[in-house]
C-alpha cells in the first residue's frame, strides 16, 4: 500500500517521533498497522520528511537510496524510541535498559555514516544528503534532552507521541484539525445521542 506523506503524518514535532508514529494506532492489535511494512516506503517518508522537517534538519536533505539494506537499522532505532519515550511519558522517567536499547540501535544507525556534528550543526554542515538512519538517530537521541520529555504528550485520540511547543503547554492533540476535531464530533455524536435516548 502506497502512503500518502501529507503533513498530518508529521504531527510528531521531530523526525524520531515521526517515524515513531508510523506505526499506527500502536497497542490496538486488531487495528494496529505499520506504514513501513513496505521498505519502500522508508525511502518516500524520508523525501517527504526533508520538506517536513527543512528546519529540524537545518535544511539538509534526507537519503535513503536502498530502503531494503537499512530498514532493520530504521525499524529498531523507530521501537526503541517509541518504546523509552512511550514508557517515559506514562512514568515521567526514562528507564536505564530502555535507553540501552535505544542507544544500541542508533550507535548502529551511526556506524560507517562518516558524519560530523556539532552542537551548532546537531546535522552536520555537509551539502550532501545525510543518510536516513543517521539523522533518524541524531533526532531520537537530541529527545534525551531533559525539556524533551516534559514537553512530549501521547495523542488520546490515535495513540501518537508528539512534542508540545505551545506556550503553555496545554495541547491535547498531535493535531488539532484530524484528532482534536475527530474528538470534537465524538464529543457531540455522543451528547446528541444522549439527549434522543433522554427525550
Not at 29 to 39: G, I, Q, T
Not at 172 to 182: I, K, S
Not at 185 to 197: C, D, S, T
Request: hydrophobic letters at 45%; glycine letters at 8%.
Amino acid at each position: 500500500m502506497t502512503v500518502s506523506w501529507t503533513a498530518h503524518r508529521f504531527s510528531g514535532g521531530v523526525l524520531a517521533l515521526d517515524t515513531a508514529n508510523t506505526v499506527v494506532l500502536r497497542g490496538d492489535a486488531e487495528r494496529s498497522f505499520d506504514r513501513f511494512a513496505d521498505p519502500l516506503e522508508i525511502a518516500r517518508f524520508a523525501v517527504a520528511a526533508t520538506t517536513f522537517r527543512v528546519d529540524e534538519l537545518e535544511g539538509r536533505a534526507l537519503a535513503a537510496p536502498a530502503p531494503h539494506a537499512i530498514a532493520d537499522k530504521v525499524l529498531a532505532i523507530r521501537e526503541a524510541t517509541d518504546r523509552l519515550f512511550r514508557r517515559g511519558v506514562a512514568t515521567g522517567a526514562l528507564a536505564a535498559s530502555d535507553m540501552a536499547e535505544l542507544l544500541k540501535a542508533c550507535a548502529d544507525g551511526l556506524a560507517g555514516s562518516g558524519e560530523t556534528f556539532g552542537p551548532d550543526a546537531p546535522f552536520g554542515r555537509s551539502e550532501r544528503p545525510i543518510a536516513f538512519e543517521a539523522a533518524l538517530a541524531v533526532s531520537a537521541l537530541s529527545l534525551m534532552a531533559a525539556d524533551s520529555l516534559g514537553r512530549m504528550r501521547i495523542c488520546p485520540n490515535c495513540r501518537w507521541l508528539f512534542i508540545d511547543r505551545s506556550r503553555n503547554g496545554s495541547r491535547l492533540w498531535c493535531d488539532m484539525a484530524v484528532c482534536g476535531n475527530r474528538q470534537k464530533a465524538k464529543r457531540h455524536y455522543n451528547r446528541r445521542k444522549e439527549e434522543v435516548l433522554d427525550a
